[in-house]
């Protein structure tokens, strides 16, 4: 009846589903640790799109940083659209997206719009308290006002991570349904471990991931 992947950066983050059977009313429910970053990210999932069988459905979970101050940790949310924040080209101390660069006529693998989506047929799915976002996805995180400034500028984002383009982009490549769930652990700018709550965040992940794939498999 048809597989769901789940993919998290770490062992720590996948954990949090731990309760999820394997199989739910026939669904197998398949889980990956994927690495952090979108290189590791893509490599995993081709890996393992190439070692078994196509999922029906992709699911990216994890924890998040927020540049909206409404977004306090443990705010479980959804990016509806991501991109690659840090993708692109200097020019001095400038940053031009590679949307902007003029390089879009030699690049076919990218969208129309540059933006990866979540579908719009999980969305549906989805309880209607948790937030629809804006995110962005880069290599090396957020931790300084001037880069948060810059991002904030030029995109508009809710949340930040490491992976959730990376995940969107394949996945709509592939033409296989994906969503990503994540729940905030930090505030994007200086980092301020002793503000971080990763245990919460983790927590009320792991509560809504668990809750929402029992309503698709169903």
């Not at 989805?126 to 001037?146: C, F, M, Q, Y």
């Not at 991570?161 to 994540?182: D, F, H, Q, S």
């Not at 792991?206 to 309503?215: A, L, R």
């Amino acid at each position: 009846m048809g597989k769901i992947l789940v993919i998290a950066a770490t062992s720590r983050e996948i954990e949090c589903i731990n309760k999820i059977p394997v199989s739910v009313s026939g669904r197998e429910i398949k889980s990956i640790v994927g690495g952090v970053g979108p290189v590791s990210t893509v490599y995993s999932l081709m890996d393992y799109f190439l070692s078994f069988d196509i999922p029906d459905i992709v699911i990216n979970i994890g924890i998040a940083g927020s540049y909206d101050k409404k977004l306090s940790p443990g705010t479980v949310i959804v990016p509806v659209t991501d991109c690659f924040a840090d993708l692109g080209v200097y020019d001095g101390s400038r940053f031009i997206p590679l949307s902007r660069t003029g390089l879009k006529k030699d690049n076919d693998n990218l969208t129309s719009s540059d933006l990866y989506m979540a579908d719009s047929g999980l969305l549906k799915l989805l309880p209607d308290a948790i937030r629809h976002v804006k995110a962005v996805t880069v290599n090396a995180t957020t931790g300084s006002k001037e880069s948060r400034e810059r991002i904030s500028a030029e995109f508009n984002p809710d949340i930040e991570t490491m992976e959730g383009a990376a995940v969107y982009y394949t996945c709509n490549m592939k033409n296989i349904p994906c969503l990503g769930i994540r729940s905030v652990s930090n505030m994007v700018g200086p980092r301020d471990i002793a503000s971080w709550d990763i245990n919460t965040a983790l927590s009320n992940l792991g509560e809504t991931v668990t809750s929402y794939i029992n309503k698709i498999a169903i």
